[in-house]
């Protein structure tokens, strides 16, 4: 394991602590393992291998979130994708100078794949290329796993070490997480997803 893997295990450990003493409060429906996802179905860091053209992406991410034509590597599999910027404040580049992203399959994956039954897929990243931001995903991922502690009723992820590449150059090599798409999780826990307006924080404040 490297040195940010141990980094977010002890990260999660101590976390956990806050979680134990919960835990025999909180009761939830088991949910079948078969209704999992094999991207999802295990806790181990993936390597992934993106190509394409990763510096346009960054640099137009804030005006558009247009498609363009790449190649997912991961688990001896290479799989043709389109890949986009995605989000809305993390789209800025004030704020990221490096957008999370979407990963669109151009062929459905085979059974056997670790992408089987994955059309489209939510890619997190490390938003700017210094460690301290890197950090920041780790602690972004040990919250959602945090979450699947307490329920099952929770959106999976997966972590993975990823590297960029722009034709012949390595743009950049960060840790990111998938998410896994919503209407898996709603299969997953027999309900269904139900699009509903954006929310905005203010919203949510309860008037004195």
């Not at 998938?178 to 309860?206: C, H, Q, W, Y």
Request: aromatic share 8%; proline share 5%; hydrophobic share 40%.
């Amino acid at each position: 394991m490297d040195q940010l893997g141990k980094q977010y295990w002890a990260i999660l450990s101590r976390l956990s602590v806050l979680v134990v003493g919960f835990a025999f409060v909180i009761t939830t429906p088991a949910l079948a393992n078969d209704r999992i996802t094999p991207l999802f179905a295990s806790d181990d860091v993936i390597t992934v291998e993106l190509s394409g053209p990763i510096r346009t992406i960054a640099r137009n991410a804030a005006r558009s979130t247009d498609p363009q034509d790449a190649i997912l590597q991961a688990n001896g599999e290479t799989h043709r994708i389109a890949l986009s910027a995605r989000g809305v404040s993390r789209r800025k580049r004030e704020v990221c100078t490096f957008p999370p992203l979407r990963v669109k399959f151009a062929e459905k994956p085979a059974k056997n794949s670790l992408f089987h039954k994955q059309g489209g897929i939510k890619l997190v990243t490390h938003c700017k290329d210094d460690d301290r931001y890197e950090q920041v995903i780790l602690r972004e991922y040990a919250a959602y796993r945090l979450y699947n502690l307490f329920t099952p009723q929770s959106l999976k992820v997966r972590l993975a070490k990823l590297r960029y590449r722009d034709g012949a150059k390595l743009f950049a090599e960060r840790h990111g997480f998938f998410i896994e798409d919503i209407d898996d999780a709603a299969r997953r826990m027999d309900g269904k997803e139900i699009d509903i307006p954006r929310t905005s924080i203010d919203s949510l404040n309860v008037p004195a």
